[in-house]
T-cell receptor
């Protein structure tokens, strides 16, 4: 079955440093979504990418979808303590309606 | 709007007991799903439904049953709880366009099986 892996599993940065998490799928994806989960909370949708090579920005967050539609990345510029949480990618393969989540990257930001 | 509502928020069970986690959404979403979250394993899909009367298995369906008699409700049943089912459970729903819709999650149900 479809597998989605994320690296790193955990990252600890100083406030102001950049952060990147990478997502890799074992199969080609029709689209990919990114979610953020604050400690003790539930996942909240951030963005969806659909096109090969697509790049989208949300303020300090930059999302990319690979040319082969099998990988994606989330880059945060100049992290803030409010960025703390776990970031998940989630992908759909082909015509499947179900969403497969990656293993997540937990981000810790300290002053 | 309430969005996706899960009950209970916390539950402790003994091995072998049964229980139902309730999930209701008021957004008229066709797609509903259940995930479990365990440390280091992300969110794993248990069961999902693309509409009333239709359910299908996800990655980890064993030990769980679901039904979808209405658009609004998607309960998850544990017939005979096991310690391996100790986890945080999330219900999520999505719009009719299940192939592209974002998921809206409930606040989660933390289950401990002793």
């Amino acid at each position: 079955g479809q597998q989605v892996m994320q690296i790193p599993q955990y990252q600890h940065v100083q406030e102001g440093e950049d952060f990147t998490t990478y997502c890799n799928s074992s199969t080609t994806l029709s689209n990919i979504q990114w979610y953020k989960q604050r400690p003790g909370g539930h996942p909240v949708f951030l963005i969806q990418l659909v096109k090969s090579g697509e790049v989208k920005k949300q303020k300090r967050l930059t999302f990319q979808f690979g040319e082969a539609k099998k990988n994606s990345s989330l880059h945060i510029t100049a992290t803030q303590t409010t960025d703390v949480g776990t970031y998940f990618c989630a992908g759909r393969g082909g015509t499947a309606s179900k969403l497969t989540f990656g293993t997540g990257t937990r981000l810790q930001v300290t002053l | 709007n309430a969005g996706v509502t899960q009950t209970p928020k916390f539950q402790v069970l003994k091995t072998g007991q049964s229980m139902t986690l309730q999930c209701a959404q008021d957004m008229n979403h066709e797609y509903m799903s259940w995930y479990r979250q365990d440390p280091g394993m992300g969110l794993r899909l248990i069961h999902y439904s693309v509409g009333a009367g239709i359910t299908d298995q996800g990655e980890v369906p064993n030990g769980y049953n679901v039904s979808r008699s209405t658009t609004e409700d998607f309960p998850l049943r544990l017939l005979s709880a096991a310690p391996s089912q100790t986890s945080v459970y999330f219900c999520a729903s999505s719009s009719t366009s299940a192939l592209t819709g974002e998921l809206f999650f409930g606040e989660g149900s933390r289950l401990t099986v002793l």
